[in-house]
């Protein structure tokens, strides 16, 4: 079996946050989520997106989800 490139999906979390000028804490507090679980999310370190983690963060970072996840197509 041949193994296909289908490119991956890059978490902009970290970014956002920067951006935005939002402590883990901060955004912590906001999502009613734990610093750990935000801090795997910045690190681009789950294997599994989970939907509901993600409405929290556009909510409390009041943003659309292209602002948190990008697409990046496979090398050629």
């Given at each position: 079996?041949?193994?296909v490139?289908?490119g991956?999906?890059?978490?902009?979390?970290?970014?956002?946050m920067?951006e935005?000028?939002?402590s883990?804490?901060k955004l912590?507090?906001?999502?009613?989520?734990?610093?750990?679980?935000?801090?795997s999310?910045?690190?681009?370190d789950?294997?599994r997106v989970?939907?509901a983690?993600?409405s929290?963060l556009?909510?409390?970072?009041?943003?659309?989800?292209?602002e948190?996840?990008?697409?990046i197509?496979p090398?050629?």
């Amino acid at each position: 079996m041949v193994d296909v490139d289908y490119g991956h999906i890059r978490i902009k979390l970290a970014d956002l946050m920067k951006e935005q000028k939002v402590s883990i804490s901060k955004l912590a507090f906001r999502s009613e989520m734990q610093r750990t679980q935000l801090k795997s999310y910045m690190r681009q370190d789950i294997a599994r997106v989970d939907l509901a983690v993600l409405s929290r963060l556009c909510y409390a970072l009041q943003c659309d989800i292209t602002e948190i996840l990008e697409y990046i197509p496979p090398s050629e």
